[in-house]
């Protein structure tokens, strides 16, 4: 479905259905050419299941492992909408969820150097963020006037949390301030600096997010200029090509998460399932 810039025709109007449709037609045939990339899954999801399937506190002695567990969750979550996206015709919206991946894997990476103070960074940069963000609406709504239903209950309960994780880093001798600064909100640039790996910051993640903001990048995927007449595609692309390097990526992302999360859990069988993951996928050396 092209809409023309020239505004010399009536463009047909399509409703809810047949974009539906469309897309699933589309995601059907996307993924017969790329069953050898979509076959990783299986093992994906197993190994995802084997690092959750432990045991897990914030408030234990391997708070990283419970950090672990729900960034492979998150990961995983937004993996499989990638594929289905990038299936779908919709590969260049897929980077949107894509890079989202490749950051929990640059903060895994990050845990790496320091589980425990970083796992516990970044759970009180989570709590405090939510205590600011109550703060600021309760404040809001009594100014106003407005109803504020719970949220003095729910913002109690959240500086309830960062007090609770507060005593926790204490209980382990880390400065609680300083562990948040350095892992909460991190610096992706640095981390990729400080373990050599820098260009994947200058080039990966800054084509990601030229696709995530409005950055004038993922626009030739569906827009076509002939004849003096530009083109713009609304509906599902149909570049099987576009799909497959995009589903690509995705799974190459998550098994990267896999595989540090793997590490950060210490766990051998773990580990030796991702280095198998990864030489399955196309293309590895």
Same mark, same amino acid.
């Given at each position: 479905m092209t809409s023309s810039s020239s505004g010399q025709e009536s463009e047909p109007v399509y409703d809810w259905c047949?974009?539906? =449709?469309? @897309?699933?037609?589309? @995601?059907? /045939?996307?993924?017969?050419? +790329?069953?050898?990339?979509?076959?990783?899954?299986?093992? !994906?999801?197993?190994? &995802?299941? #084997?690092?959750?399937? =432990?045991? /897990? *506190?914030?408030? *234990?002695? #391997? %708070?990283?492992?419970?950090?672990?567990?729900l960034l492979v969750s998150r990961s995983f979550r937004l993996a499989v909408s990638s594929i289905y996206l990038a299936l779908s015709g919709y590969a260049d919206s897929a980077v949107n969820l894509d890079r989202t991946v490749w950051e929990i894997g640059i903060r895994l990476l990050d845990m790496t150097r320091a589980p425990d103070a970083a796992a516990l960074g970044y759970l009180l940069d989570s709590a405090q963020s939510e205590v600011d963000h109550l703060k600021v609406e309760l404040q809001y709504r009594e100014g106003e006037g407005l109803e504020t239903a719970h949220l003095a209950d729910h913002l109690a309960n959240a500086e309830s949390e960062v007090r609770d994780l507060t005593e926790a880093a204490h209980a382990r001798d880390l400065d609680a301030t300083k562990i948040k600064n350095k892992h909460g909100r991190l610096n992706f640039r640095q981390v990729c600096k400080d373990f050599g790996i820098e260009k994947a910051y200058l080039v990966n993640y800054a084509f990601a997010s030229g696709h995530v903001h409005e950055k004038n990048m993922a626009s030739s995927d569906y827009v076509t200029e002939a004849n003096l007449? =530009?083109?713009?595609?609304?509906? %599902?692309? /149909?570049? &099987? #090509?576009?799909?497959?390097? +995009?589903? @690509? $990526? &995705?799974? /190459?992302?998550?098994?990267?998460?896999? *595989?540090? !999360? *793997? $590490?950060?859990?210490?766990? %051998?069988? &773990?580990?030796?399932? !991702?280095? +198998?993951?990864?030489?399955?996928? %196309?293309?590895?050396?």
């Open positions: 047949w974009f539906a =449709r469309n @897309m699933q037609d589309v @995601m059907h /045939t996307n993924e017969r050419l +790329s069953a050898e990339v979509l076959d990783i899954v299986a093992g !994906a999801d197993a190994l &995802a299941h #084997r690092i959750v399937a =432990r045991p /897990t *506190s914030a408030y *234990s002695d #391997r %708070p990283q492992d419970y950090v672990a567990s007449e =530009r083109g713009f595609e609304l509906g %599902p692309l /149909t570049d &099987a #090509r576009l799909a497959r390097f +995009s589903v @690509m $990526d &995705a799974l /190459t992302n998550f098994c990267q998460v896999l *595989s540090l !999360a *793997s $590490d950060i859990v210490e766990d %051998p069988e &773990a580990i030796e399932a !991702a280095e +198998s993951l990864f030489a399955q996928l %196309p293309g590895a050396g």
